[in-house]
T-cell receptor, first 115, second 114 residues
Framework: DGGITQSPKYLFRKEGQNVTLSCEQN?????MYWYRQDPGQGLRLIYY???????QKGDIAEGYSVSREKKESFPLTVTSAQKNPTAFYLC??????????????FGSGTRLTVV | GENVEQHPSTLSVQEGDSAVIKCTYS??????FPWYKQELGKRPQLIID?????GEKKDQRIAVTLNKTAKHFSLHITETQPEDSAVYFC?????????????FGKGTHLIIQP
């Protein structure tokens, strides 16, 4: 899987329920990201983290939360405050060389559906 | 923040012909421009990238050109093959000093007609 693993592959959420998506990488990458992909919308940034214990909001952070307690792990929680969570979620990681991001390595994604 | 526009949203070409996908960006501070290919049901894969100190970069049948003045960059695929059928995304980094996340275009669905 290219060193970055997302789980589960499919996830179903009931109304009012929080769910957590897992993302683990063994590439020794400093930076990690969460994107949401909707048809015709491309990839939109939810949260990103450059180093352990630090993360920043992206363009569509409302209704989501993250943590970065370990370099290898960047879990995403979709809270009940996210009113339209059905989407394909992609995690990515990259090295950081101070001159901008290197190319990302993406996980295989989690498809979240509200039931 | 950065805004990336990508055109066309769908592109159909005959096998063997060339395909060109264009992107424009808004923030002149952007200095890193990658292109990703996403096959159906799979993760996006980096296929080529370019930095703002370079005007063109080639890798076999694919090339990317960058015009910093006009703030646009393009992906060129020559001698297209059926396996080139996929969704292609362009992206730009907002700043040159940190891993603060790429801004992606909305994607181009490239269809190679046999």
């Amino acid at each position: 899987d290219g060193g970055i693993t997302q789980s589960p592959k499919y996830l179903f959420r009931k109304e009012g329920q929080n769910v957590t998506l897992s993302c683990e990488q063994n590439l020794n990458h400093d930076a990690m990201y969460w994107y949401r992909q909707d048809p015709g919308q491309g990839l939109r940034l939810i949260y990103y983290s450059q180093i352990v214990n630090d993360f920043q909001k992206g363009d569509i952070a409302e209704g989501y939360s993250v943590s970065r307690e370990k370099k290898e792990s960047f879990p995403l929680t979709v809270t009940s405050a996210q009113k339209n969570p059905t989407a394909f979620y992609l995690c990515a990681s990259s090295t950081y060389h101070g001159q901008g991001s290197e190319g990302y390595t993406f996980g295989s994604g989690t498809r979240l559906t509200v039931v | 923040g950065e805004n990336v526009e990508q055109h066309p949203s769908t592109l159909s070409v005959q096998e063997g012909d060339s395909a060109v996908i264009k992107c424009t960006y808004s923030d002149s501070a952007s200095n890193y421009f990658p292109w990703y290919k996403q096959e159906l049901g799979k993760r996006p894969q980096l296929i080529i990238d370019i930095r703002s100190n370079v005007g063109e970069k080639k890798d076999q049948r694919i090339a990317v050109t960058l015009n910093k003045t006009a703030k646009h960059f393009s992906l060129h695929i020559t001698e297209t093959q059926p396996e080139d059928s996929a969704v292609y995304f362009c992206a730009a980094s907002i700043t040159g000093g940190g891993a603060d996340g790429l801004t992606f275009g909305k994607g181009t669905h490239l269809i190679i007609q046999p």
